[in-house]
């Protein structure tokens, strides 16, 4: 299973942009995925996550109201729409695939630099 994230870049505050991250690799079963993001000299921490086959989603709450996740069934895509972007959101974002539950990830993308500037 490979998952290739995409989409990230150098903002200004208050910009948006889409993370997208594609998986290939054959077929496999999806409980869900998610989205985390590492700050400079920060530990991994848990953004959004989506369930796969209902959409429904959960957020942290640093991120409510500014960032929305997404899929796309037929394309194997989850998407991280991210608004009112903060220099605190600068990080690198990794997105993850959950096969069973959500009590632990199964499989890391590569990560999406993103950095906001004030």
């Known amino acids: 299973v490979q998952l290739q994230a995409s989409g990230g870049g150098l903002v200004q505050a208050g910009d948006s942009l889409r993370l997208s991250c594609a998986a290939s690799?054959?077929?496999?079963?999806?409980?869900?995925m998610g989205w985390f993001r590492q700050a400079p000299g920060k530990e991994r921490e848990f953004v959004a996550r989506?369930?796969?086959?209902?959409?429904?989603?959960y957020y942290q709450d640093s991120v409510k109201g500014r960032f929305t996740i997404s899929r796309d069934n037929a394309k194997n895509t989850v998407y991280l729409q991210v608004n009112s972007l903060k220099p605190e959101d600068t990080a690198v974002y990794y997105c993850?695939?959950?096969?069973?539950?959500?009590?632990?990830?199964?499989?890391w993308g590569q990560g999406t630099q993103v950095t906001v500037s004030s």
């Open positions: 690799g054959g077929t496999f079963s999806k409980y869900g």
């Open positions: 993850a695939v959950y096969r069973t539950n959500w009590y632990g990830v199964d499989y």
């Open positions: 989506i369930h796969w086959s209902s959409g429904n989603t």
